[in-house]
């Protein structure tokens, strides 16, 4: 499974990106696809995620009411739609994949998925 992450970019506070991760190579329509992110200095962070059958989605503490996990099963294409965004969301971010209908206990797990993204920065400053 090949996962390319895209959509990053300069944004100032307040704003709003969308980024996409494409998924090819793994034609299954279960499994969970995650977004992680990690900022400079710091431990890589479980941000969202989204079953892949029915779309169930996952939410950090911090993203939740603020971003939202999308996907578009006929394209294999997966989003993160990002919105109100802080200086602390800065981070590259990464999409990842898993084989497991993951749980609100696992989602955020990095060994629960097999396969990563190359990532995108994002970066949120005036």
């Known amino acids: 499974v090949q996962l390319q992450a895209s959509g990053g970019g300069l944004v100032q506070p307040g704003g709003s990106l969308r980024l996409s991760c494409v998924v090819s190579?793994?034609?299954?329509?279960?499994?969970?696809i995650g977004w992680f992110r990690q900022a400079p200095g710091k431990e890589r962070e479980g941000v969202s995620a989204?079953?892949?059958?029915?779309?169930?989605?996952y939410y950090s503490s911090s993203a939740r009411g603020r971003f939202t996990a999308s996907r578009n099963n006929a394209e294999n294409t997966f989003f993160l739609q990002m919105s109100n965004l802080k200086p602390e969301d800065t981070a590259i971010y990464y999409c990842?994949?898993?084989?497991?209908?993951?749980?609100?206990?696992?989602?955020?797990?990095?060994?629960?998925?097999?396969?990563w993204g190359q990532g995108t920065l994002v970066t949120v400053s005036s």
């Open positions: 990842a994949s898993s084989q497991y209908n993951l749980i609100a206990s696992s989602w955020s797990q990095r060994a629960q998925y097999s396969d």
């Open positions: 989204i079953r892949r059958q029915y779309g169930v989605t």
């Open positions: 190579g793994g034609g299954s329509d279960y499994g969970t």
